[in-house]
Nanobody, 124 residues
Framework: QVQLVESGGGLVQAGGSLRLSCAASGGTFGLFDMGWFRQAPGKEREYVAVINWSGGSTNYADSVKGRFTMSRDDAKKMVYLQMDSLKPEDTAVYYC?????????????????WGQGTQVTVSS
């Protein structure tokens, strides 16, 4: 069983920055592909970013490309999402997700483990 706990969300003004963290426990973290997803009220869960098991490959949704950066630290069993130039449309609950290594996947249904989410609110 893998447990994921997100942190770092909060209130920020448009144009500001936040760094989300995801702490993992259990499982073999170094062999998991990791993803960030977000969900706004009344909306479907949306893909944000993924990083593969080795950290050698990343992919970003078009809506966040150039503004968000995903990284991982296997020694600390942590995943990060650096969010810069935040926009009101970035407002959502952000979720960390994990799956066994197999390649980058943007589909939420492919991920086996999920955190509880952390709220990000961007004011205008």
């Amino acid at each position: 069983q893998v447990q994921l706990v997100e942190s770092g969300g909060g209130l920020v003004q448009a144009g500001g920055s936040l760094r989300l963290s995801c702490a993992a426990s259990g499982g073999t973290f170094g062999l998991f592909d990791m993803g960030w997803f977000r969900q706004a009220p009344g909306k479907e869960r949306e893909y944000v970013a993924v990083i593969n098991w080795s950290g050698g490959s990343t992919n970003y949704a078009d809506s966040v490309k150039g503004r968000f950066t995903m990284s991982r630290d296997d020694a600390k069993k942590m995943v990060y999402l650096q969010m810069d130039s935040l926009k009101p449309e970035d407002t959502a609950v952000y979720y960390c997700a994990a799956k066994w290594m197999g390649g980058l996947d943007v589909l939420a249904t492919k991920y086996d483990y999920w955190g509880q989410g952390t709220q990000v609110t961007v004011s205008s």
